[in-house]
C-alpha cells in the first residue's frame, strides 16, 4: 500500500530540497549592501503610507458577502437552465417547481437584506 | 368498579396534593375539611361496589388485578405497578376507607381552629393513600411502598404538634422514636423481601405463593423468611421487641391515634402475615413464635394497661395488647379470626379513641383520668357510645369485640394449647378491668376537676354522629362472624368470604384436632363469667370504694411500681441500645472512623485531584490557535496509531 | 427522479417548520412586530412539529430512494430537539430582552437550526448530514455571537467558527476520501460493502477523519478546546441550547453511522477509538470541572464529561447502548437546559453573577430555584431517582454486555469525581450564607420552563421503562 506512494514521496522531497537549496545559497553566496529604499516595502513603485494593518470600510465587505447570494444562484440556476428543455420533457411541472422555490428562498434572503437596510450606503 | 379501583389510591392523592399546596392560601376550614373528607368517602363508596361486584362473582372468580404501569423492568426483575382486588384487600379497604371517612369527619369538628388545619388534613389523605398502596398492592415491593408511606405519615402525623412538649420530651421526639423503631422492623422486612426475591424469583403474591407450594424450597428458607417478615410486622403492629412506640405516639392529635395508631396502620402488619399465610404456615416453628410473641404482648400491654392514668396511654396498651391477640390467632393458624378481631377491633378502638377525643376535647386538653370524674351527665353522647365500646371491647355477648375474641381463644384452644387459651383469658379478664376502671374513673363517681377553671360540654355534631355510627357498627359487626357452635359449619360469613385467601395455608397446617361443641361453649361461658366478674370488680372498686385501689397499689408497691413504668422497657433499652449504639458512634464511628479515617482517605483524594485540576486547567490557554494545534495533535496521533494497527 | 406525494406528506414535520421559518422573515421584515409575534410563533412551531413527529413514530420508512429515514429513530431525535427548542424560547424570552438583544433574528436562526438538526437525524447520506450539520453549525455561530456589543460574546463567536470551520474541513475531507474509494455517498452502500473496502488505508483514513469531525461537534477530548470558552462566552440561553440539541445532533449522526455499521455486522473497527476518546472525556472534564468557579464554564466541563459517558455507549457498539445513549441524551436535554435557565436568571443583567459564590444561601432567596437547582445538579450527578441515573445506568450496562466492563468502571469512577463538583452547588445553595443582596427576576416563560423539565427529569427517572421501551422498540 504505502509503497505505492513512494515516489511521489520522493518527488516531494526532491523538490523541496531543490527549491530549499536554491533560495538558501542565494541567501549564502549572494552580496547584501542593504540601503534604505531596498528595505521598503514594495508597493508598485510608490512611497508606502502609514500602516500595512490598513482598516477596509465594512460597506465592502458587505458587497462581497451579498455577492455570495447570486453567485450560489448562477452555479444552480445555470446548469437547470441548459437542460430544462430535456427536463420539462421528463418531469413537466416537476422540474420547474423545485427551482421555483429555491429562488423564492433565496430572494428572500435579499429583500431581508432590502428591508433591513443592508443596502443603504451611508 | 373492580377496574376503577385506582381511584382509591388516586383521590386521597389529589387531596393531599390539594390541601398541601393550597391549603396555606385557601383559609377556610369548610373547603380543606370537604375535601379531606369527601375524597376518603367516594374512595369508600368505590370499594363498596367494588366489594358488591365480588360478591357477585362466582367464588373462583373474585381475585381480580388491576394493572396500573410497569414500575420497574431491570435485568430479569419485572416489577408491575398492579392492585390486587381480592377478598383480603376488599375487606381491609372496606375498614380503612369506612373508618377513615368517619375520622376524617371528626377531624373537621376536632382540628377547629387549629393553626395547622390544612397540613392535617393533607397529611390524612395522604396517609389513605399509603395505606391503600399497602392493603391493594399485588407484589411485596407495592406493599412496601406503602409500608413506608403509613411510617411517613405516621412520623409526620405525631409529630404534628411540633412545638408541644410531650411527657419529657417533645412530640419530635417520640415522632422520631415511633420511625426509628419502625426502621429496624423495616429492615427485617426488607430481607425478608430479599430472601423471597431470591428463592422465589419473584415479587408478585399470586407468583411467589404458587411457587411456596411447588418449589422445593428447604423449611429453614420458609423459616427465615417468615421470621423476617414477622420482625416487620412486630415493627409497624407494636409488638414485643418493637412495642415502645406506640404509646409514644399518642403525642399526635387523637383523630390520628384512632385512625392510625388503632384502626389502621398498625394492623397492617396483621395484614401482612395474613396475606403471606402460606409462607408462614410453611413455617410451623415461626408460627409459634408468632403466637407466643402475640400472647406475651397481649399479657404484657393489658397488665401496663391496668395502672396508667393518662386516657390516651391505657387506649394505646389496650391496642398493643388487642394487637398481640390478632398475631395469637396469626400463629395459631386462624388467619380470618385475626382479619375478624382487625375489623371489630378497628370499629370499637376508633370508637374509644375518638370518644376520648371527645372527653379531652370538652376538658380542655386534659388527659389524666384521675382528673375527669362524673362526666356522664355532661356528654351524654359521648359516654353511651363510649360505653358500648367498652361493652364491645371486653367481650360481652352479642357485641362485636366478643365474637371475633371468642373465635381468638378458641382456636389458640383448639389448634394451640391450653396455656394459649389460659393466658388468653387472663388477658380478656385484665382488658375488661382496666376499660372499666377507664369508664368508672372518667363518667362515674366524684367530679374530680376544678370547676373554676373546666367547663366540661358535649363536643359538636360533626364529632358525635361519626362516633354514633361507630357504635352502631361496634354493635352489630360481630354478626358476619358468628361462631360456628351456634350457626353451623357454613353459618361463619366472614370465614367463608376469606377462606379461598387461605386455603393452600390451611391445606399446610392441616389440623385434626376434633372437639366437641359442650367444649366450645364451655370455654365460652368461663371466659364470659370471668370477664363480668372483672368488670362487676373494677365497677365496685372505681365507683364505691376507691380506697381498695390505693390499698392494694400500696401493699403491691413494687410490682404496682413496676407496672406504672411499664416493666422499666423504655429504660432498658436505652441503657441497651439506644446508648451503646449513641456512644459508640460518637466516639468511634463518627470522632475516629469517619473523620480521621474515611474523611482522611476522602479529603487527601479531593485535595489531590484538586491540584491536578488547578495543573491541568491550564492548558486552556484562550488562544485560537492553540486549540486548533491541540486539535491538530490529537488527529496526528489517532493516524499514527491507525496506521501502525493496520 | 421526482418522489411521490406521499414521500413528501412523511416530511411534513420539515416542511412545516421550513414554511415556518420563511413566514418568520416574513413577518420579520413587512410588520416589525416580529419581537412580540415570534416567541410564540416558534413556540408553537416547536410544539406542533415535535408532537407531530413523536405521534407519527409508526411511519417509518426511508424516503428518497433511501437518503432519508423518516419516523422511528429520526422521530424521537425530533422530538428532543424540538422540545430543547421549546423550553430553550420559553426560557430565554425574559432574558435576552434583559440584555437588549431581543433581535426577532434569535427566534429564526433557533428554528433553522432545529431544521439543520432535524436534517442531520433522519439522513442516512454523508451529502445530507453534511447540508444539515452545516445548516446547524453556521446558526450556532452567529447565535454565539448575538451580544455583538459585548466582546466576550464576539471571541466566542469567532473561536467558535474558526474552529468549527477547521472540524468541517476534516469532515469535507472525509467525505472526499469516503466517495472517492466507495463512490457512493449512501451510508447503506458503503457499510454493506465495508469488509471490501476494510483494506483500503484511504478509506479508513476517511471514516476516521468524518468521525473526528463529529468528535469536534460532541466535544469530546482531546477536540474539546473550544467548549469551555464558547460555552462561557455565548448567552446563556444560546449555550443551553448548543450543549444540549447540538450535541444531541451530533451524536444522532454518530449512532446513525455506527448503527449502520452494526446492522450490516460489519467489524466495530472504530471501538479503540472510541474507547479513547471516553476515557479521555470522562476524567479531563470531571476533572477539570472542580477547578472552576465560574458556573457555565463548570457545565461547559460537565458537558464534556458527558459526551465521555456517551462515548461508552458508541465504544460499547451495540443495540443496547445505543438506545441507552438516545435515552441519556433526552434526559441531558432536559436537564441541562433546566440548569442553564436558572443560570440565566442569576447572572443579572452584566454577566456577573456566574461564580459560585452567587449561589450562595440561594434557598433563602427563591426557595423554588433552590430545589430545581439542586434537582438538576443531582440529576447531571447521575443520582437515582433522577433521569440522569438511568441514562448513565443503560450505557454502562451496555458496555458490560460488550465486555467493555473497565469502561465502565471508568465511567462510573468519574462520575464519582463529578459528583464533588455537582453537590458543591448543592452546598452553596443551602449551606452557605448569602453574600450579595440581588433580586432575582422571574418570569412566567422561565418558571415554566424550570418546572417542566424538572417534572421530566423526574418522570424519566421514575418511569425509566417508558421512554427506553419506546427507543429499544425504534432503534434497530
Same mark, same amino acid.
Given at each position: 500500500m504505502i509503497i505505492d506512494y513512494i515516489p511521489i514521496i520522493l518527488v516531494i522531497i526532491v523538490a523541496a530540497a531543490f527549491a530549499g537549496i536554491v533560495v538558501l545559497s542565494s541567501v549564502i553566496f549572494g552580496p547584501k549592501r542593504p540601503n534604505k529604499i531596498k528595505v521598503m516595502p514594495y508597493e508598485s513603485g510608490k512611497d508606502p503610507i502609514g500602516t500595512t494593518h490598513e482598516r477596509i470600510s465594512i460597506k465592502y465587505y458587505l458587497v462581497a458577502i451579498l455577492f455570495i447570494i447570486f453567485d450560489i444562484e448562477v452555479i444552480y440556476v445555470y446548469p437547470w437552465a441548459v437542460q430544462f428543455k430535456s427536463l420539462f420533457n421528463d418531469f413537466g411541472i416537476f422540474a420547474f417547481l423545485p427551482m421555483f422555490i429555491f429562488l423564492i428562498v433565496l430572494e428572500l434572503g435579499f429583500l431581508y437584506i432590502l428591508m433591513k437596510g443592508g443596502l443603504k450606503w451611508d | 368498579m373492580i377496574n376503577l379501583i385506582y381511584l382509591t389510591v388516586l383521590l386521597p392523592l389529589i387531596g393531599f396534593l390539594f390541601n398541601g399546596l393550597f391549603g396555606s392560601k385557601i383559609k377556610n376550614e369548610k373547603i380543606i375539611g370537604i375535601i379531606g373528607s369527601s375524597t376518603v368517602g367516594i374512595s369508600f363508596l368505590i370499594v363498596v361496589g367494588a366489594f358488591i361486584q365480588t360478591l357477585s362473582l362466582p367464588v373462583e372468580q373474585r381475585s381480580n388485578t388491576v394493572e396500573i404501569f410497569t414500575w420497574l423492568n431491570v435485568a430479569g426483575l419485572n416489577i408491575k405497578f398492579a392492585y390486587l382486588v381480592d377478598q383480603l384487600s376488599l375487606t381491609m379497604g372496606l375498614i380503612v376507607t369506612g373508618v377513615g371517612f368517619l375520622i376524617h369527619i371528626y377531624s373537621i369538628g376536632y382540628m377547629h381552629g387549629d393553626k395547622g388545619y390544612w397540613r392535617f388534613f393533607s397529611y390524612l389523605n395522604l396517609f389513605i393513600f399509603a395505606m391503600m398502596n399497602l392493603i391493594l398492592g399485588d407484589n411485596f415491593l407495592v406493599l412496601f411502598l406503602g409500608w413506608e408511606g403509613v411510617g411517613l405519615c405516621s412520623y409526620l402525623l405525631i409529630g404534628f404538634w411540633y412545638d408541644r412538649n410531650f411527657e419529657k420530651g417533645t412530640t419530635s421526639q417520640a415522632a422520631k422514636k415511633a420511625f426509628v423503631v419502625n426502621r429496624i422492623g423495616d429492615f427485617g422486612f426488607l430481607l425478608g423481601m430479599f430472601l423471597i426475591y431470591f428463592t422465589f424469583d419473584s415479587l408478585n403474591f399470586k407468583e411467589v405463593f404458587a411457587k411456596a407450594t411447588t418449589f422445593p424450597v428447604t423449611e429453614t428458607t420458609f423459616s427465615l423468611i417468615a421470621l423476617f417478615l414477622f420482625i416487620g410486622a412486630t415493627g409497624k403492629s407494636a409488638q414485643i421487641p418493637l412495642f415502645v412506640w406506640l404509646p409514644d405516639a399518642m403525642a399526635g392529635p387523637t383523630p390520628v391515634s384512632a385512625l392510625i395508631h388503632a384502626a389502621t396502620m398498625v394492623t397492617a402488619g396483621v395484614y401482612m402475615v395474613s396475606r403471606a399465610s402460606i409462607l408462614f404456615a410453611s413455617a410451623p416453628s415461626i408460627m409459634i413464635v408468632v403466637a407466643v410473641i402475640g400472647l406475651l404482648t397481649a399479657l404484657m400491654a393489658a397488665s401496663i394497661g391496668l395502672v396508667q392514668n393518662d386516657i390516651k396511654k391505657v387506649l394505646a396498651y389496650s391496642t398493643v395488647s388487642q394487637l398481640g391477640y390478632m398475631f395469637l390467632a396469626a400463629g395459631v393458624g386462624a388467619f380470618s379470626a385475626s382479619i375478624f378481631h382487625v375489623m371489630t377491633h378497628a370499629f370499637f378502638k376508633a370508637l374509644l379513641f375518638l370518644g376520648a377525643g371527645s372527653v379531652i376535647h370538652g376538658m380542655h386538653e386534659e388527659q389524666n383520668i384521675q382528673n375527669y370524674g362524673g362526666l356522664k351527665k355532661y356528654m351524654p353522647k359521648t359516654y353511651i357510645t363510649f360505653f358500648i365500646a367498652t361493652l364491645a371491647i371486653t367481650g360481652v355477648p352479642g357485641l362485636s369485640g366478643f365474637f371475633s375474641k371468642d373465635e381468638i381463644l378458641w382456636n389458640a384452644y383448639a389448634n394451640g394449647s391450653f396455656v394459649f387459651w389460659l393466658i388468653g383469658v387472663l388477658t380478656a379478664m385484665m382488658t375488661a378491668f382496666y376499660m372499666f376502671r377507664l369508664l368508672s374513673l372518667t363518667f362515674y363517681g366524684n367530679e374530680r376537676f376544678d370547676h373554676h377553671h373546666v367547663h366540661p360540654h358535649e363536643s359538636p355534631a360533626v364529632m358525635t354522629v361519626p362516633l354514633m355510627i361507630l357504635a352502631f357498627l361496634s354493635v352489630v359487626g360481630g354478626f358476619v362472624g358468628m361462631p360456628k357452635v351456634f350457626v $353451623?359449619?357454613? $353459618?361463619?360469613l366472614f370465614e367463608n368470604w376469606l377462606e379461598p385467601i387461605y386455603k393452600p395455608a390451611q391445606l399446610k397446617l392441616a389440623h385434626f384436632g376434633m372437639h366437641s361443641h359442650f367444649e366450645e361453649i364451655l370455654l365460652m361461658a368461663i371466659s364470659v363469667v370471668l370477664a363480668l366478674s372483672a368488670i362487676y370488680f373494677a365497677l365496685k372498686v372505681y365507683t364505691q370504694k376507691p380506697e381498695i385501689a390505693e390499698s392494694v397499689s400500696s401493699k403491691f408497691k413494687g410490682l404496682y411500681n413496676l407496672l406504672l413504668n411499664k416493666y422499666f422497657v423504655d429504660e432498658i433499652y436505652e441503657a441497651s441500645v439506644v446508648q451503646p449504639i449513641q456512644k459508640g458512634s460518637e466516639k468511634l464511628l463518627w470522632k475516629f472512623a469517619d473523620v480521621k479515617i474515611i474523611d482522611g482517605a476522602v479529603n487527601g483524594v479531593a485535595l489531590l485531584i484538586d491540584k491536578l485540576a488547578e495543573q491541568i486547567k491550564k492548558i486552556q490557554t484562550g488562544f485560537v490557535q492553540y486549540y486548533a494545534l491541540v486539535m491538530i495533535a490529537g488527529i496526528a496521533v489517532v493516524l499514527f496509531f491507525l496506521l501502525f494497527s493496520l | 427522479m421526482p418522489a411521490n406525494n406521499y414521500e413528501y406528506f412523511l416530511l411534513l414535520p420539515h416542511i412545516v417548520l421550513s414554511v415556518g421559518i420563511v413566514l418568520s422573515i416574513l413577518i420579520e421584515i413587512f410588520t416589525r412586530k416580529g419581537k412580540e409575534v415570534l416567541p410564540w410563533f416558534s413556540s408553537l412551531l416547536f410544539l406542533f412539529v415535535g408532537f407531530y413527529s413523536i405521534i407519527n413514530i409508526d411511519k417509518n420508512f426511508f424516503i428518497f430512494g433511501g437518503m432519508v429515514e423518516v419516523g422511528g429513530r429520526a422521530s424521537i431525535f425530533n422530538f428532543i430537539f424540538n422540545i430543547a427548542a421549546l423550553l430553550t424560547v420559553l426560557a430565554s424570552t425574559d432574558y435576552i430582552k434583559k440584555y437588549g438583544i431581543n433581535y426577532s433574528e434569535y427566534y429564526i436562526l433557533i428554528q433553522s437550526s432545529v431544521l439543520g438538526m432535524m436534517v442531520m437525524a433522519m439522513a442516512h447520506d454523508i451529502l445530507v448530514i453534511f447540508m444539515g450539520l452545516e445548516l446547524m453549525s453556521i446558526c450556532f455561530y452567529i447565535l454565539a455571537g448575538l451580544n455583538r456589543k459585548r466582546s466576550s460574546n464576539n471571541e466566542a463567536s469567532l473561536k467558535y467558527f474558526l474552529l468549527g470551520s477547521f472540524a468541517t474541513g476534516f469532515i469535507v475531507y472525509g467525505i472526499a476520501l469516503v466517495y472517492g474509494t466507495t463512490g457512493s455517498t449512501s451510508i447503506q452502500n458503503i457499510f454493506e460493502n465495508f469488509m471490501q473496502y476494510f483494506n483500503n488505508i484511504l478509506f479508513i483514513v476517511g471514516m476516521l477523519l468524518l468521525l473526528i469531525g463529529f468528535s469536534f461537534k460532541i466535544a469530546a477530548v482531546p477536540f474539546h478546546m473550544w467548549v469551555p470558552d464558547v460555552y462561557q462566552g455565548s448567552a446563556t440561553s444560546v449555550t443551553g441550547l448548543m450543549s444540549t440539541a447540538g450535541k444531541a445532533a451530533a451524536f444522532s449522526v454518530l449512532l446513525i453511522l455506527l448503527g449502520t455499521s452494526l446492522s450490516y455486522s460489519s467489524p466495530i473497527v472504530f471501538r479503540n477509538y472510541f474507547s479513547v476518546i471516553a476515557v479521555l472525556s470522562t476524567l479531563v472534564g470531571s476533572i477539570i470541572a472542580i477547578a472552576q468557579t465560574n458556573l457555565k464554564r463548570m457545565l461547559a466541563y460537565s458537558s464534556i464529561a458527558h459526551a465521555g459517558y456517551m462515548a461508552i455507549g458508541l465504544a460499547a457498539g451495540n443495540n443496547y447502548s445505543f438506545a441507552g445513549i438516545t435515552f441519556y441524551l433526552a434526559a441531558y436535554v432536559f436537564m441541562n437546559i433546566g440548569a442553564f435557565t436558572i443560570i440565566s436568571l442569576i447572572e443579572g443583567k452584566d454577566e456577573t453573577r456566574l461564580t459560585l459564590n452567587s449561589y450562595a444561601g440561594l434557598n433563602k432567596k427563591s426557595p423554588f430555584l433552590a430545589a430545581m437547582m439542586s434537582l438538576f445538579m443531582f440529576a447531571l450527578a447521575g443520582i437515582p431517582p433522577m433521569a440522569g441515573f438511568f441514562g448513565k445506568y443503560y450505557v454502562f450496562f451496555g458496555a458490560i454486555k460488550s465486555d467493555l466492563t473497565w469502561l465502565a468502571i471508568v465511567g462510573v469512577l468519574s462520575s464519582l469525581i463529578s459528583v464533588y463538583f455537582y453537590l458543591r452547588v448543592v452546598v452553596y445553595v443551602y449551606f452557605m450564607n448569602e453574600n450579595e443582596q440581588f433580586e432575582i427576576e422571574k418570569s412566567v416563560g422561565s418558571n415554566l420552563a424550570i418546572s417542566l423539565t424538572g417534572l421530566l427529569v423526574l418522570l424519566f427517572g421514575i418511569f425509566p421503562d417508558s421512554l427506553m421501551n419506546l427507543i429499544v422498540n425504534f432503534i434497530k
Open positions: - | $353451623g359449619e357454613h $353459618g361463619n | -
